[in-house]
């Protein structure tokens, strides 16, 4: 085990200037023998599909696995970064939500201990031509302030459940910090770590079935 290493997101964040990030980081790294990748963004089949958070035309078709792995020269995994929270979060029984409340709102389901088929729901529409990503996301918290943010946060619980009907529900991410009063009785708030150990999760055998199809 080694602590946690960090390198700032480039800004103008292209494919080749965040592979680089990532290479030079890992250098000062003891050696490891295969790489697992959160995402924020949508990844099928090893491709980036969207990444709202970076130049996201670049990033369309992206095969950041391959290009991971000849920069690393080790086996590369990569998925959601809200599915990668949720493999270390969950139970594994029944149908569990986790929402990670960050720059940007991510979301993964899944169904006794398997990822469902990944869905942006951050993009659909909330409130008045918001997508959550608008009215949940870091510049939201700062632009209305805490108290009425723990309220749209609230109600989009609540969307969430009328329209999932989840088990258990997670909440994650660097904001999560942010929220104040009761949860209910099967909403949890879960930590940053659970992003790393979700991605020695990811290669457990039972799991493999996930690189299959949407992520």
């Not at 995994?77 to 990670?100: C, H, P």
Request: glycine share 12%; with cysteine.
């Amino acid at each position: 085990m080694v602590d946690r290493a960090y390198v700032k997101t480039p800004s103008h964040c292209s494919p080749k200037v965040l592979v680089k990030a990532l290479a030079g980081m890992a250098k000062g790294l003891p050696a490891f023998d295969r790489v697992s990748v959160g995402f924020p963004g949508y990844v099928r089949d090893d491709k980036v599909i969207t990444a709202p958070e970076f130049e996201d035309g670049k990033w369309r078709g992206f095969d950041l696995v391959e290009a991971l792995k000849a920069k690393l020269g080790k086996p590369v995994r990569l998925l959601n970064d809200a599915d990668m929270q949720g493999l270390a979060a969950i139970n594994g029984k029944g149908l569990e939500l986790v929402v990670t409340l960050g720059t940007g709102v991510g979301t993964a389901l899944f169904r006794n201990g398997e990822p469902m088929p990944h869905l942006e729901l951050a993009h659909h529409p909330v409130h008045k031509g918001k997508d959550y990503n608008g009215y949940l996301g870091k510049k939201a918290l700062k632009k209305v302030g805490k108290k009425k943010w723990n309220v749209r946060v609230q109600r989009v619980i609540e969307i969430l459940h009328d329209l999932i009907h989840p088990d258990e529900t997670y909440i994650g991410g660097g904001n999560s910090a942010n929220i104040t009063g009761k949860l209910g009785a099967h909403i949890k708030i879960i930590s940053n770590q659970d992003g790393i150990l979700g991605g020695f999760r990811l290669w457990e055998p039972l799991r493999k079935s996930k690189h299959n199809g949407d992520r």
